[in-house]
């Protein structure tokens, strides 16, 4: 008798589980249970049932692009960018009393190395470089975490003024982010460069390499813009970047700190040797050439003053970076 019903339940034919009306030969590879066409849904081996399928739905972490990583870093440097710009057009002077001119720098000025990283020469300027800034710095900031990552931007925008402050010509002033976002791109070249041997990491280093030769060449070709400074702050960033990076062998933290230190004490003796050239200088023109000669020095060495009446377009040229 159990023999005869063992015989009859193998021979039923097996019908889908949400569905039992409809006779099936296929089973969810997952849970083993029949399903029919209806419920059958396609999967990377076999098929899974409707409750397999949104089970794994639930587990399964959504991936995010770049742009949508929680940076809120990136976010503020952002807003403080667009802040002073929009404070540029409407604050007469505001501009002059802020970006990086050499003499003023000399006459004991400093703040204008950070403060000249949140000003803008144009509309054009500020957008290509939030851009930038908008997809570098997500991924830089989720790399090397929120504090870290503020201090390459900043450290690598300092050493940026620097680096122009002492290559630079003395008349000639310079403001722009692009500085602390070639930081940003140095250090993500290096991130990459450490990853070569995967395939992911080869390929992101190529794609970076060929990125970094165009803005080079950019630099080069186009007027007007600060070449020396995107050297400065790339070079920091990289340096930043062996420090900071936190997936192989990390260093310490205390070795952190202290090479981050060791750059800004860097560019702080660059500072106070490149003001003791430029007022040496100074000197040099009034006092060989008589009071009328050192009247048209000084107007040459010295930033314009601000008048209301011509704006932005009345001041000396400038050098964006």
């Known amino acids: 008798m159990d023999d005869r019903a063992a015989a009859t339940e193998r021979e039923s034919p097996e019908r889908c589980y949400a569905h039992p009306r409809e006779i099936t030969g296929l089973h969810c590879t997952r849970c083993g249970r029949p399903i029919c066409a209806r419920c059958a849904i396609p999967a990377s081996v076999g098929q899974h049932c409707p409750d397999c ?25 952002i807003g403080i960018n667009v802040a002073m710009f929009l404070a540029q057009q409407a604050v007469p002077g505001f501009t002059t009393s802020l970006w990086a001119s050499t003499p003023a720098i000399a006459s004991g000025e400093w703040y204008r190395l950070i ?16 851009i930038a800034l908008y997809y570098f710095g997500p991924p830089a900031e989720e790399a090397f975490g929120r504090l870290r990552f503020l201090a390459l931007y900043l450290v690598s925008g300092y050493l940026a003024a620097v680096t122009s402050y002492w290559l630079e010509p003395i008349g000639v002033p310079s403001l722009g982010a692009s500085g602390a976002i070639f930081g940003l791109f140095g250090a993500v070249i290096v991130l990459a460069y450490k990853r070569r041997h995967a395939a992911a990491g ?17 630099g080069v070709v186009v007027p007007h813009i600060d070449l020396w400074a995107h050297l400065g702050g790339l070079v920091a960033g990289a340096i930043l970047g062996f420090l900071y990076d936190r997936s192989s062998a990390p260093a310490s933290a205390a070795l952190q700190v202290l090479g981050t ?5 860097a560019g702080v003796a660059l500072t106070v040797v490149r003001g003791d050239v430029v007022r040496a200088a100074e000197t040099a023109h009034l006092s060989g050439a008589g009071l009328a000669l050192g009247v048209i020095v000084m107007s040459r060495l010295r930033p314009r003053p601000h008048r209301s009446d011509q704006g932005e377009h009345g001041d000396p040229p400038q050098r964006q970076r």
């Open 53 to 77: 399928y949104a089970a794994d739905r639930r587990s399964m972490r959504k991936a995010r692009p770049a742009a949508a990583v929680r940076a809120p870093v990136t976010l503020v440097l």
């Open 115 to 130: 403060t000249s990283a949140f000003l803008h020469a144009g509309v054009w300027h500020i957008l290509l470089n939030m």
């Open 202 to 218: 080869g390929a992101m280093l190529r794609s970076l390499a060929w990125l970094l030769a165009l803005n080079l060449v950019i």
């Open 261 to 265: 230190l060791a750059l800004v004490a």
